[in-house]
Every structure is written in C-alpha cells, then in structure tokens.
C-alpha cells in the first residue's frame, strides 16, 4: 500500500490521479442530477451534428468517435493514461537516480501515458460508436414524433436535456429541447417536433400535451 501511494501522488502519475479525482468527481455529481452527462459536448462542440460541428467534432467523427459523449471518452483517456502513467512509473522510475534523469523519464512516461491512453479510448469505444450509429436522433421524424419518453437528464431546457422515449424496446436516448422553460428529471414527456438544426427534438411535458 505505501509504495502504491507514493506512485499514484508523485510525478508523474500525480498529475493523472489529480484528472481522474476530478472525473470521479464528475460522475458523482452527475449521478445526482444537477450535471448532464452531455455537458462537455455542449461546451465544446454545441448544439451541432459532430460531423458538421467544428474541429474538435470533425477530429472525433475521423477517430470514430463522433457520437460518443466527450465526457465518456475524457473518462476513459483519463482511466487509460493513468494505469499507463502507474505502470510505467512502477517499472522504470525505481531505475532512475538523478533528478534530472527522474524529470526526463517521467516526461517520457506522460507522453507515453496520453499517447497510449488516446489509442485505448479509440480501440474501447469504437464498438460502443457503432452502436450509437444505430440510435436515430434524425430520420423518421414521423416515427419518433408523438411517442412518449421520461427526462433522464438532471433538467430540460431550451438549451439543452436528455430523455429516454420510448420504442417498444429498451428505448431511445435523445437531445430533447423544450419550447420554454425547465422540465426536472423523471417528467413525462411527449415528442412534438423535430429540430435538425440542433440534432436534437421538441418535447412538452404529457400534461402540457394533453391539456393544451
């Protein structure tokens, strides 16, 4: 246990620790529902398809990861680069004797560690962006307008939500954009209109469906 806590907090393996703390952080905030799990992708690349949406976008749909949320791929290169970082500092750092020589390996191994980690994240989520590739956010609107879902993310907004509609399956996950105003997770929802634009949908709450 000690030699593992002296890796995981000296360089260069503290600089991952410190990354993955905070992806951890994320995801248990996250899970409360006060943070979407899209909130990078709104940040980053916006209301736009990945393949028409800016560099990083264009970069991510080439890779093969151009449907897959960037918080998940951030996570998973974060994971990857750390154990690189662990492993390497584990086998070679020992060997090093000057600070000088320590500073240069470890630099070597934060390298190595991105680099290694960038290509895990591609190998790993390449299979889950296929499957994404199956989830229509955009075509047959008239299949997917009307139908009823729940919201899954911590809110909907104008400007950004998720929900869970309904197929008769396991259901379709999808950016749904409300006319105005916010819808709290768990709200009932019904589809009403496409927005190709944002590659997102419409929604309105069931009540404001029925009553209105």
Not at 50 to 55: E, H, N, W
Not at 71 to 84: E, F, G, H, K, Q
């Amino acid at each position: 246990m000690a030699i593992f806590l002296h890796i995981i907090f000296s360089f260069p393996t503290v600089i991952f620790t410190g990354l993955l703390a905070l992806v951890m952080l994320y995801w248990l905030v996250a899970i409360t529902g006060l943070l979407d799990t899209d909130v990078l992708d709104q940040m980053l690349l916006g209301d736009g398809d990945a393949v028409d949406a800016g560099g990083l976008a264009a970069l991510l749909n080439k890779i093969g990861l151009g449907r897959v949320p960037l918080t998940i791929i951030v996570s998973l290169l974060v994971l990857s680069a750390w154990v690189i970082s662990f492993a390497g500092t584990r086998l070679l750092m020992p060997q090093a004797g000057l600070i000088a020589i320590q500073f240069l390996i470890g630099g070597a191994i934060t390298a190595a560690a991105l680099i290694g980690g960038l290509l895990c994240t591609i190998v790993l989520l390449r299979p889950v962006h296929a499957m994404l590739r199956h989830i229509p956010p955009e075509g047959e609107p008239t299949i997917i307008i009307g139908r009823t879902g729940v919201i899954r993310s911590g809110t909907a907004t104008p400007e950004a939500g998720q929900a869970i509609i309904e197929d008769g399956g396991a259901g379709l996950l999808l950016q749904v954009r409300t006319s105005n105003g916010s819808l709290p997770r768990g709200t009932k929802v019904v589809v009403i209109e496409q927005l190709p634009e944002h590659n997102a949908w419409r929604i309105v709450s069931e009540d404001e469906f029925t009553n209105g």
